[in-house]
């Protein structure tokens, strides 16, 4: 087994290609994440995309770097993220899926 | 105002397929595919299936892009420190091949350019916003300023259908019943692959791994599969479970990675790409929402996938398939209401589908159930097998091969084979035959039991 | 005139068992080995299993000689064209071996040291040509002119065993209950068998390979598995047919070779070394022939391999340990006749070794009648369920989900015995499951009883 340590997240996502939609396909209602105790989000995106900045005690995300399999939208407790397709064929163009 | 005789949204197997069987039967057809081009949202732990498209498309070996032909699958069962595993090599599909390794993005503009050669009008680049209704009745799709009329639309849009949505078919995305994946393509050189999956070029290798209790979940799969010249190594596990335990699946697939058996396989590679998707359970949509008023719902859409054996590309063409026979039967009554669109079941229930949904279905339940009794039941055969991990000749316990297997392995079949076969037994062993078509009539009878409310 | 407690005949796994066991009893042995050094003599598909070893040599892992922990084993059914594959990997066992692959020319050597160590005499190089026999009572070995003398005799020389045949003991050398192996000893280097076999250094692959309806054999089987820098690649036939059928065993080994399953592991590999082997069914010794005045016979001199699974070392070693136990209650008796000895049986019914001579009888019986196997079609049946892509086809009616499937196409192997085993008590309920195994078990044992019985006045 090797000890070497595998790549970041922010290292693999340099792998996939992504034509950035100048409208955002998520919209996050932010004023309800103050409230979230678990805050899964945090941890099902596969691209992280989304961060707790603990100074602004605030959600940071970045729906530029989204892989869209949606998978944040179906466990927000809140119902606070708001996702969709995003248009114009923009977003994500996996070459290998 | 455009006005078509069908819209079918989405260019994946479902909706290509349903496309090209429309076009075939000359009626017009819109195809809207969000993508730039179609297959570039996908992601599959992707192994084409071969039965139905060899017929589908009879020329298919001019121009089918695939990577290397799978002569060998594997299913193991995966608990970290002991792994059992059925493999199969089939070489005579060398010469018939009934499976290959394939790329979405190639697989399915290929697909889609079939279902535009037969006729099918294909737009990219069209993410449908909206349906516009008229009293009730989809009577078209929006994307975004822009309508566009027709008698049917078809949602074949995926796991997040908005046809689904907007037309009131899908109300509920429950994270129980649904599958993260997350994969990586890792670069490896051809002759390396061939080594290490014990293959020759052109021939490939499909792993299907099941973990119980490995990590952190209780439950997941892995799956590893030979490309031309790269690795596919993906990891699905239930949305629900990584919310409950609070586990990132990106890091589970990092731990496996460092798995020596796994770790084997893919020491020294690159990665080429990273990947995320989501994954239905099968019977995720009722029977009775799977159509509507000048509405129907397709592939991942409709839940039209086999949550048993993991398949999802033919189940998915399948269903496209039998939408397009409905859509001929509302064109020649000239009637696309749900009295007639309800027809799609009965199509549906011509192939195995429906059987697919309802056994999907109970097996997502166990799995929400947390019930891995068929984990055990593998071990146990494979242990029989190779049984010198317990032989201990100087023990008295220590049972033969055959005795060892009819005990360990027999017991998870007591259950049902006595409640099947035990009859026929008791009348003598050539009745096996009927017994099995009464079995099958039974299980059939439950099955319309099932669906018995959604057909009234 | 030379005259010792007990001589073993053959320093093989039984033998040198058998005199360890007695020295650590204090009874004089001499074991004798007609190899110049133990094992030169000795072919095996050798995977040794470390179950009883470890037991009896606590201190194993100072010096035996081995090539690859074994981790990983397969059981494949090889129909041409179709093969099905079972697959073990155990990685508990890198910690915690429970079997290596290792060389029989270094393994016999190391083991009958042992029993030197212990305080039995090992003298090589003697091949026994004669019994020295008073009033049908074994009293000593003959080396050509040279004479030695022994309260008893201890034949663990093997499938031709000397010692079992002048005793009168072993009359026949059935072709029909014996296999030929032919094996090749092929060099590859680490690395590469590492790949091949998805193994790390150290790791090994042990695989089981059941030819099926391939080549002109209708039963056979192969193995192949891994050594440090080598594979070693053999294949299995039954004597009896290979007469009948007038076919060179070495021939189908080159056929086999070039198979493309077989042809991807030894690709570039060189030969080493090129060996055969003659391979006894269990139960081809009746347990009353298992002793006599003044003579035992345990490893493959009785038979006592286990033909199901295809285990000879731990079972001859485990035999060799049971006649060491018989022969020290004989030193107390002071009594070493047929009637004392006879107490070998007991003592091997307090392991599975009756039991397993009685099970590869029977599995032996049905290949010889049936000329054939039951297991490939079920485990073919339970291969073809799990990896159904094979048969998928959803467009179809009949095609059947995975659970179905596997109940339908594998619940039928498991029908006809399981009705007659568990029907009562699943009757009664599930929870009687475990009481049902103690049932089964007994029953069993009642039959093999009644078997044995015939040898018991």
């Not at chain 2, 078509?4 to 195809?31: E, N």
């Not at chain 2, 997350?182 to 490939?204: A, T």
């Not at chain 2, 109970?362 to 991990?389: K, P």
């Not at chain 2, 392995?409 to 049902?416: D, I, L, M, T, Y």
């Amino acid at each position: 087994m090797s000890g070497k340590n595998s790549m970041t997240v922010d290292e693999k996502m340099s792998t996939v290609k992504i034509k950035i939609d100048k409208e955002a396909h998520i919209t996050v209602n932010k004023e309800l994440c103050k409230n979230c105790t678990d805050r899964p989000c945090l941890i099902i995106c596969a691209a992280e995309n989304y961060k707790w900045d603990e100074k602004s005690d605030d959600l940071v995300f970045n729906y530029e770097g989204c892989l869209e399999c949606g998978a944040c939208r179906l466990i927000c407790p809140l119902n606070a993220i708001s996702w969709s397709y995003p248009k114009h064929g923009c977003g994500v163009k996996f070459r290998f899926g | 105002m455009e006005k078509t005789t069908c819209i079918v949204v989405g260019a994946g197997p479902a909706g290509s397929a349903c496309a090209l069987s429309l076009s075939r039967k000359g009626i017009d057809t819109i195809l809207l595919e969000r993508g730039r081009t179609p297959g570039e949202k996908n992601v599959s732990s992707f192994v084409l299936f071969m039965t139905e498209l060899k017929r589908l498309i009879p020329e298919w070996e001019e121009d089918l892009p695939v990577e290397r032909n799978v002569v060998r699958t594997d299913q193991a069962i995966f608990t970290g420190n002991d792994i059992k595993m059925i493999t199969s090599y089939n070489y005579d599909k060398i010469d018939d091949p009934i499976t290959f390794t394939a790329f979405r993005r190639r697989f399915d503009a290929w697909f889609a350019k079939k279902a535009k050669d037969a006729g099918a009008e294909l737009i990219t680049g069209m993410t449908v916003t909206d349906l516009i209704k008229d009293k009730g009745r989809v009577i078209g799709v929006r994307v975004g300023d822009e309508e566009l009329y027709a008698d049917v639309v078809v949602g074949a849009d995926g796991y997040y259908s908005s046809v689904g949505e907007k037309a009131g078919l899908i109300t509920e995305w429950d994270p129980a019943r649904c599958t993260l994946g997350v994969k990586e393509v890792l670069d490896l050189p051809p002759e390396v692959i061939n080594e290490r999956f014990q293959v020759s070029d052109g021939l490939g290798c499909e792993m299907g791994l099941w973990h119980y209790n490995y990590g952190k979940l209780s439950f997941g799969g892995t799956t590893l599969y030979t490309n031309t010249d790269s690795v596919s190594l993906g990891i699905f596990a239930r949305v629900g479970e990584l919310k409950e335990k609070n586990v990132k699946l990106h890091d589970e697939l990092d731990k496996l990675k460092q798995h020596p058996f796994i770790h084997n396989f893919i020491e020294g590679s690159t990665l080429r790409e990273y990947q995320a998707h989501i994954i239905s359970h099968g019977g995720r949509i009722k029977p009775e929402n799977l159509y509507g008023d000048g509405v129907l719902l397709c592939g991942e859409a409709g839940g039209l996938m086999d949550t048993a054996s993991g398949m999802g590309v033919p189940t998915c063409m399948t269903s496209g398939l039998m939408a397009a026979e409905t859509i001929d039967l509302a064109v020649k009554k000239n009637d696309f209401s749900a009295g007639t669109l309800k027809n799609y079941l009965k199509f549906l229930d011509t192939t195995s589908m429906l059987d697919m949904v309802h056994e999907s279905k109970r097996y997502s339940d166990s799995l929400v159930g947390n019930n891995a009794g068929r984990a055990n039941y593998m071990a146990d055969i494979a242990d029989s097998y190779n049984n010198y991990w317990n032989a201990d000749y100087m023990s008295k316990d220590y049972h033969p091969l055959f005795l060892n297997l009819y005990l360990k392995a027999g017991k998870f079949f007591v259950p049902s084979l006595i409640r099947w076969i035990v009859t026929p037994i008791v009348k003598g062993f050539s009745l096996y035959k009927k017994t099995v078509e009464k079995i099958k009539r039974k299980i059939r009878s439950r099955f319309y039991e099932w669906k018995k409310q959604y057909d009234s | 005139m030379d005259k010792t407690t007990c001589i073993v005949v053959g320093a093989g796994p039984a033998g040198s068992a058998c005199a360890l066991s007695l020295a650590r009893k204090g009874i004089d042995t001499v074991l004798l080995e007609r190899g110049r050094t133990p094992g030169e003599k000795k072919v095996s598909s050798f995977v040794l299993l470390m179950t009883e070893l470890r037991r009896l040599i606590p201190d194993w892992e100072k010096d035996l000689p081995v090539e690859r922990n074994i981790i990983r084993t397969d059981q494949a059914i090889f129909n041409g064209t179709d093969i099905k594959m079972i697959t073990s990997y155990n990685y508990d066992k890198l910690k915690n071996p429970v079997y290596f692959s290792a060389f029989r020319r270094k393994f016999d050597e190391w083991f009958a040291k042992k029993a030197k160590e212990a305080g039995a005499e090992l003298i090589t190089g003697m091949t026994v040509t004669d019994l020295i026999m008073d009033n049908g009572r074994v009293v000593g070995v003959k080396i050509d002119d040279e004479e030695l003398y022994a309260d008893i005799v201890v034949g663990a020389d093997g499938y031709h065993t000397k010692v079992g045949e002048k005793a009168g003991l072993v009359t026949e050398w059935d072709p029909a209950r014996a296999r030929l192996a032919v094996k090749e000893v092929l060099d590859l280097p680490p690395e590469v068998i590492n790949e091949r076999f998805q193994l790390s250094d150290g790791q090994g692959c042990d695989m089981g390979i059941i030819p099926y309806h391939f080549g002109e054999l209708s039963i056979r089987s192969s193995t192949l598995y891994t050594n440090k820098d080598s594979i070693s690649l053999a294949v299995f036939a039954h004597l009896g047919e290979l007469k009948e059928k007038n076919i060179k065993l070495h021939d189908e080994l080159e056929k086999f070779k070039e198979h493309p399953f077989i042809h991807k592991f030894i690709k570039g590999a060189t030969l080493r070394e090129y060996q055969a082997h003659i391979i006894p069914h269990g139960g081809r010794v009746n347990p009353e022939n298992l002793y006599g005045d003044g003579v035992l016979l345990c490893g493959e001199a009785g038979g006592t391999t286990d033909t199901a699974s295809g285990m000879g070392v731990p079972t001859c070693m485990t035999a060799g340990l049971m006649a060491a136990e018989t022969i020290a209650l004989a030193v107390k008796k002071k009594d070493f006749s047929a009637d004392t000895l006879k107490n070998y049986l007991k003592f091997l019914d307090s392991t599975s070794i009756l039991d397993m001579i009685y099970e590869s009888k029977k599995t032996s019986d049905y290949w010889v009648d049936k000329g054939k196997l039951e297991r490939p079609d079920c485990m073919a049946a339970i291969a073809d369920s799990y990896n159904q892509y094979w048969n998928a086809d959803y467009m179809s009616k009949d095609y059947h989900p995975l659970f179905l499937n596997l109940y339908l196409r594998v619940g039928k192997f498991f029908a006809p015995k399981l009705i007659r085993m568990i029907v009562t008590p699943i009757l009664k309920g599930y929870s009687f499951y475990e009481k049902t195994v103690e049932k089964i078990k007994r029953k069993i044992r009642r039959r093999f009883y009644e078997w044995k019985k015939q040898y018991d006045n």
